[in-house]
């Protein structure tokens, strides 16, 4: 499992809230198959026309349930274990 590039900014909050965490099989430079993870994210700058609304980050977490769940089930039929 690795992580991607953050995908966005999606500076808007419905955009935002309505876009999920991407999870996509891909071949890494090792020609290893591994899962990607790629996480919306929304930012604005320090100096924000909103002054309310400056200097936000927000991006979406992985669940440690999800990662293990991955290890433990879907990761091993990658290795032709099940």
Known sequence: MVFGQDDGPW???PL???KYM???MIT???NERVLE???????TPTDYKISAAA???YCKLMSPAKAIEWIY???LRENGSL
């Open 28 to 30: 890494n430079e090792k």
């Open 73 to 75: 089930s879907d990761g």
């Open 37 to 43: 993870v790629t996480s919306p994210f929304m930012a």
């Open 22 to 24: 991407a999870y996509k």
């Open 55 to 57: 200097g936000f980050h």
């Open 11 to 13: 500076n808007a909050g």
């Open 16 to 18: 935002w809230i309505w």
